[in-house]
Structure formats: C-alpha cells, structure tokens
C-alpha cells in the first residue's frame, strides 16, 4: 500500500522547537521531489518547502526561511522538516506531498503560550 504518514506535531510555545517526520511506504522515494505544505484551519494551503531527490537543492517559502530546514533519508524513506523559532503563525496541519500527486494525513502543529 502506497502511503506517506506524518508525525511529531504538537503543542510548542511560541520559540520554540519541533521535528516533524514523514514515512513513506510503498513507493521508491528517492526518484521523487518532496514538499512540506501547511493548511490553517478555514484558510488555503500553504508551501513550505521542496526538498530535491538528491538533496542537491532546497527551497523554502520566505516566511520560514533560516528558521525551518527540510532533510531526507532516502535509504530509510523518510522526510523530516526541523522547525525552530516557532511562531503562532506557524499553528496549521503540515502534510507531506510527494510530487503532488501524494498526501499523507497530516500532523497538527499549534505554536501557543
């Protein structure tokens, strides 16, 4: 079965930190790019960031830059995205999408004090 599974979320105060993991399975992985999107509640999707199949390139969305970092473990199939300086603006369900045509369940991360 052909799926992607996030976990790590949680509650975090505001600066602080959050790893967040992907699973996949049932699938190749290391042909394909990857991304983190985020979604708050009522409102649309957000990207986050894109992750090469190599890792050879990166990107970022500017309002996480320098304060998230996205990785891969391709032998292990895995995606993580390391958050820091967490902010309430960071508060949304985080899905990772494998080239789009993948979703997994989505996490709930909530940045409060």
């Known amino acids: 079965q052909v799926h992607l599974m996030e976990s790590g979320g949680g509650l975090v105060q505001p600066g602080g930190s959050l790893t967040l993991s992907c699973a996949a399975s049932g699938l190749y992985f290391s042909n394909d790019w990857m991304n983190w999107v985020r979604q708050v509640p009522g409102k649309g999707l957000e990207w986050v960031a894109a992750?090469?199949?190599?890792?050879?390139?990166?990107v970022y969305t500017d309002s996480v830059k320098d304060r998230f970092i996205v990785s891969r473990d391709n032998s292990n199939k895995t995606l993580n995205l390391q958050m820091k300086t967490l902010k309430p603006d960071d508060t949304a369900v985080y899905y990772c999408v494998k080239d789009w045509d993948l979703w997994g369940q989505g996490t709930q991360v909530t940045v409060s004090s």
């Open positions: 992750i090469s199949p190599g890792s050879g390139r990166i």
